[in-house]
């Protein structure tokens, strides 16, 4: 992990490999954005040769010049934040500039940022953003280019203790973020229902956190039909694993679901191959939710998590489970199976029943579900759906974290469609709305409990270019804003 120290040297005095500083747009013209203070020399010289440098100062630019003889580090750093007004760049945008940056410059050791960091959120939403951009994944190949080492954060706010708070915390999103994107990344071969809750065993040891797994026989006994039928066509049997955050004094109970497919290949309704692809990716809602739990418990939240993950492989075989199976859910609702492929709200319904049983005061459940997800959001706005009060604030909680998510409807009509011929449900309904049908599909499971659906299966894999502070694969999107409802839970 890339170490990051809050300083108040002065920047030209600082020995690192590069210094980064933030260009904006005003109008047509680039602009040095004020961040730690550049000897007067530099910035006045360096302001009227951007043009010549071909800088503009739009978001994702990053451009390398030599520091020149007045400043102890090698080279200069220019990262663009987009159009700025006199209020300088908002918080997101600092978070994917000092991303970009960051980012860009893997393979140097040491890189001090000189962006703005001028109040606790600001110092809060470099570190956030630095830390996310540093990420790489080389579990599998000889890595290249070493992310930075050793960032350091220019700022006068270096000992206060709000600023500290901010970077603290910040250096526990981004562990969770990358314990996530890691998750994700992992090859189906070694991440699969078993192994999974072995690494949640494993990660939570030694936190306050306590784990507990039912396998494939508990499950049986338990009357978990989602998750027993998704999962029998696989050599790997299926698990749900129980996350428990108990503070003494909570104020409230948040119950957190997550769906792990840790590959769907579809089933019997199998996926042609191109569908296929970036399938071992359908296990991000665990992955957020088990990092999410854990987050929470590192920053001591006053509010008690139990999360819920859902493990299951989709495999064809001949022990697979056969559309118009009709399978039986955790609290005994019936299901069609008309399509093998429509498993990830099997193993929910399984999840969400459990956690019902608890009474917990919200469920907020999180999942790659619909590929009509993409069709409606894109590939980088995640869908919230559920009660008006838990979706409502998932979204004011997206918007304080920086990350995108929009509110969805859960049309009464269209759940019509999921009236099955010889069971109390079918799992397909109509293909238009389908992400709404899903939701519409999940929510049959969930009861009186104030309630939060996040389809995320667009924005939880990046299968474009790096950007900001977003590599490719796993983004782990989902962490910042549930972390940020767990946060308002206890604050309020
Ligand atoms: N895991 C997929 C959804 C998905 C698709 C996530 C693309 C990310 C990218 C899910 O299990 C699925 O296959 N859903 C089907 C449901 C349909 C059969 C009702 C879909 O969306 O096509
Ligand atoms: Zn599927
Ligand atoms: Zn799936």
Redesign the pocket.
């Known amino acids: 992990m890339t170490e990051l120290t809050l300083t108040t040297k002065n920047v030209d005095r600082i020995q690192a490999d590069a210094v980064v500083v933030a260009v904006g747009q005003r109008g047509e013209e680039a602009r040095l954005v004020p961040g730690a203070e550049l000897p007067s020399g530099v910035a006045k010289e360096l302001s009227g040769l951007l043009p010549a440098l071909g800088v503009t100062g739009k978001v994702d630019e990053v451009v390398r010049v030599a520091a020149g003889k007045d400043l102890a580090a090698d080279v200069l750093v220019l990262t663009g934040v987009g159009p700025v007004d006199d209020d300088g760049p908002d918080l997101e945008t600092l978070r994917r500039a000092a991303g970009a940056a960051v980012r860009t410059l893997a393979g140097t050791a040491d890189v001090a940022l000189a962006l703005p960091a001028d109040t606790p959120e600001r110092v809060g939403a470099v570190s956030e953003g630095a830390l996310l951009g540093a990420y790489s994944f080389d579990r599998y190949r000889a890595q290249h280019r070493a992310p930075v080492a050793r960032v350091e954060l220019v700022t006068d706010l270096a000992r206060s203790k709000a600023a500290k708070a901010a970077h603290a915390r910040a250096v526990v999103v981004a562990d969770a973020v990358a314990g996530v994107r890691d998750l994700v990344n992992a090859s189906p071969s070694d991440l699969y229902p078993e192994s999974f809750a072995e690494e949640a065993t494993a990660a939570a040891k030694g936190t306050k956190v306590k784990v507990s797994v039912l396998d494939e026989k508990a499950l049986e006994s338990g009357g978990y039909g989602g998750l027993i039928g998704v999962g029998k066509g696989s050599a790997r049997p299926p698990r749900l694993v129980k996350l428990s955050y108990s503070p003494a004094r909570a104020k409230a109970h948040v119950a957190l679901v997550g769906k792990g497919?840790t590959f769907?290949s579809?089933g019997l309704?199998i996926?042609p191959a191109k569908?296929m692809e970036?399938?071992k990716?359908?296990m991000a809602g665990a992955a957020t939710v088990l990092h999410t739990v854990l987050a929470a418990a590192a920053l001591e939240l006053p509010v008690r998590v139990t999360g819920w993950l859902a493990l299951a492989e989709n495999m064809p075989s001949g022990t697979a489970q056969r559309t118009s199976d009709v399978i039986t859910i955790r609290g005994g609702k019936t299901v069609e199976v008309l399509?093998t492929?429509?498993?990830?709200r099997l193993v929910l319904a399984d999840a969400l029943v459990a956690a019902g049983e608890e009474s917990p005061d919200t469920i907020i459940d999180i999942a790659?579900?619909?590929?009509?997800q993409?069709v409606a959001l894109g590939s980088q706005v995640g869908a919230v759906m559920g009660t008006d009060d838990a979706r409502e604030a998932v979204v004011a909680a997206a918007n304080e974290a920086g990350e995108q998510f929009w509110p969805m409807p859960l049309p009464a009509e269209l759940g019509e469609s999921l009236k099955s011929q010889v069971a109390d449900l079918s799992n397909?309904g109509d293909r238009f709305g389908?992400m709404l049908v899903?939701g519409l599909f999940l929510k049959e499971f969930v009861g009186d409990t104030p309630w939060a659906h996040l389809d995320i299966?667009?924005p939880?894999?990046n299968e474009g270019k790096p950007r900001g502070y977003t590599a490719e694969g796993g983004t782990g999107t989902g962490v910042r804003t549930l972390l940020t409802v767990l946060e308002r839970t206890a604050t309020r």
């Open positions: 497919i769907d579809g309704s996926k569908g970036t399938m990716m359908d399509n492929d429509a498993e990830g790659t579900l619909t590929g009509a993409m397909m389908g899903a299966a667009g939880a894999y």
